[in-house]
């Protein structure tokens, strides 16, 4: 079975520009989560949807931050306009559903960012 | 605040001989908690997990013990392997989400 995938692996931009993740999640998976993760920080969570609704995005920047998940499937997280301080990692994970006792989260191969 | 802290940026052990990588945290209503593994340029894999009313998982070579009165874990390779080098994430679920440690460096020497 498929994992987590992401799309870009790699993206270099400049400031100001703005730039786009894509997030397919396992087959199945109610819940979609993106993480941002620092060089030597674990990861913290960005967003939480189940289905196509977002029910946690306390943590992200919405002046500049966007997410959605229109079909309850894939996924996009959006930045514009990027700063320096969003050079990271972007991570996507996914998991059968998040009221589950025990339920585990499934992590892609993130994207990462680097804005100069 | 770092709700989960593992204060052992990195170790280094021996092939064959045990490793043992720890993590503490500071919520009490934390419900079960998860150890990850993460090589170079890929995402955390999922490794083991524990129920926040149990005090041992074991699974193969990984077993990892929870002292809840100590709000702290514990995961045990034995025996350490070279391909056990990566770097290991401690999670804790609360409130539907993880809240994840800053992650031990792991080197098994062969």
């Known amino acids: 079975e498929a994992g987590v995938v992401q799309s870009p692996r790699y993206k270099i931009i400049e400031k100001k520009q703005p730039v786009a993740f894509w997030c397919n999640p396992i087959?199945?998976?109610?819940?979609l989560y993106w993480y941002l993760q620092n060089l030597g920080q674990g990861p913290e969570l960005l967003i939480r949807y189940e289905n196509e609704e977002a029910v946690d995005d306390s943590q992200l920047p919405k002046d500049r931050f966007s997410a959605e998940r229109l079909k309850g499937v894939d996924s996009t997280l959006k930045i514009q306009p990027a700063e320096l301080g969003d050079s990271a990692v972007y991570l996507c994970a996914s998991s059968l559903d998040s009221d589950a006792p025990g339920d585990t989260q499934y992590f892609g191969p993130g994207t990462r960012l680097t804005v100069l | 605040d770092q709700q989960v802290k593992q204060n052992s940026p990195s170790l280094s052990v021996q092939e064959g001989r045990i490793s043992i990588l720890n993590c503490d945290y500071t919520n009490s209503m934390f419900d079960y908690f998860l150890w990850y593994k993460k090589y170079p340029a890929e995402g955390p894999t999922f490794l083991i997990s524990i129920s926040s009313i149990k005090d041992k998982n074991e699974d193969g070579r990984f077993t990892v013990f929870l002292n809840k009165s100590a709000k702290h874990l514990s995961l045990h390779i034995v025996p350490s392997q070279p391909g056990d080098s990566a770097v290991y994430f401690c999670a804790a679920h609360g409130a539907n989400n993880l809240f994840f440690g800053t992650g031990t460096r792991l080197t098994v020497i062969p």
């Open positions: 087959s199945g998976h109610n819940t």
